[in-house]
Every structure is written in structure tokens, then in C-alpha cells.
Nanobody, 123 residues
């Protein structure tokens, strides 16, 4: 069974940076694409970024292109999201998810989710 645990969230001023981490259990981690999503208060969960099982392909929401970078380290069962130039409207709980396919598919359909980590961007 798969367990995902996010970390790295916190308070940051507008324009600042954070690096989120997602630690995955299970020996099949490297088989599947991974993604990051976020959910702001009162809003639906939205896609942020995705990465294929070998890290060869990535895909980003239009709003994050050029500022966010998704990466993974299969040897450590970790996936990361580097977030630069953060904006107040990006305050949300950020979740990592594991898909059931190896490639990046849009819309991504994670089979497993972590509990999320809070990111708060102040003005």
C-alpha cells in the first residue's frame, strides 16, 4: 500500500520561495507518475505540476510555468516542488498524488494522496 507524506510548507512573503517534499512508501514508487495539487479555502483542488516515473517529462499549470519546478529522486522515494516568486493567491494546502500510470496524463488522476502541507503567502 502507498503512503504519501508532504512537508516543507510554511509562511513566506510574496516573492519568496519554498521547497515542498513528498515522501512515499512502497516499492513501486518509481513505476508511476507523480503530481502536485493545491486547494485554497473555499475552492476546488487544482492541478499544479506532474512528472513521469523517470523524471523525463514534466507538465505545469499555466499559472506556475517559469516559477515552479517539479523533480523526483526515485532512489529516495521522494518528489519535490520548488516554488519561486510565490504569490498571495497561491496560499493553499498543497498535496502530492501518485497516479496509476507511468506517463504524465492531463488531467492527472492520482490514485493515492498525501495529507497535505499548508503554504501561506503573505502580502
Amino acid at each position: 500500500q502507498v503512503q504519501l507524506v508532504e512537508s516543507g510548507g510554511g509562511l513566506v512573503q510574496a516573492g519568496g520561495s519554498l521547497r515542498l517534499s513528498c515522501a512515499a512508501s512502497g516499492r513501486t514508487f518509481s513505476w508511476y507518475a507523480m503530481g502536485w495539487f493545491r486547494q485554497a479555502p473555499g475552492k476546488e483542488r487544482e492541478f499544479v505540476a506532474a512528472i513521469s516515473r523517470d523524471g523525463g517529462s514534466t507538465y505545469y499549470a499555466d499559472s506556475t510555468k517559469g516559477r515552479f519546478t517539479i523533480s523526483r529522486d526515485n532512489a529516495k522515494n521522494m518528489v519535490y516542488l520548488q516554488m519561486n516568486s510565490l504569490k498571495p493567491e497561491e496560499t493553499a494546502v498543497y498535496y502530492c498524488g501518485q497516479d496509476s500510470v507511468a506517463f504524465v496524463r492531463i488531467p492527472m488522476a492520482p490514485k493515492y494522496w498525501g495529507q497535505g502541507t499548508q503554504v501561506t503567502v503573505s502580502s
